[in-house]
């Protein structure tokens, strides 16, 4: 089994920045992607960033330019930097980890980002 414990998230207005980090432990096997999703109110969820353990990152059209993923190997962790924040940005946001080679993933529990316009 593995555990996400994600953390960061908040409210802000409109323009500025917030970050989100997710740290997974337990089973961790390589090769694995950690990836970021969101779900917005009414909406199902969607696919924000991803990065693969020593491998590339993807971003959501929606979001390039102005999300960074980034990775920490030693800890099993991704952190999310989010800029130039829109109110279409807002919703709960949740940390992915899927085995490349198992094909399980996981899921963390969701943190709340909101942004006011």
């Known amino acids: 089994q593995v555990q996400l414990v994600e953390s960061g998230g908040g409210f802000v207005q409109a323009g500025g920045s917030l970050s989100v980090s997710c740290a997974a432990s337990?089973?961790?096997?390589?090769?694995?992607?950690m990836s970021w999703y969101r779900q917005a109110p009414g909406k199902e969820r969607e696919l924000v960033a991803s990065?693969?353990?020593?491998?590339?990152?993807t971003y959501a059209d929606s979001v390039k330019g102005r999300f960074t993923l980034s990775r920490d190997e030693a800890f099993n962790s991704v952190y999310l930097r989010m800029n130039s924040l829109k109110s279409e940005d807002t919703g709960v946001y949740y940390c992915?980890?899927?085995?490349?080679?198992?094909?399980?993933?996981?899921w963390g529990q969701g943190t709340q980002v909101t942004v006011s316009s």
């Open positions: 992915n980890l899927r085995h490349l080679r198992g094909g399980d993933e996981y």
């Open positions: 337990g089973n961790v096997f390589s090769p694995n992607v």
């Open positions: 990065i693969f353990s020593r491998g590339p990152t």
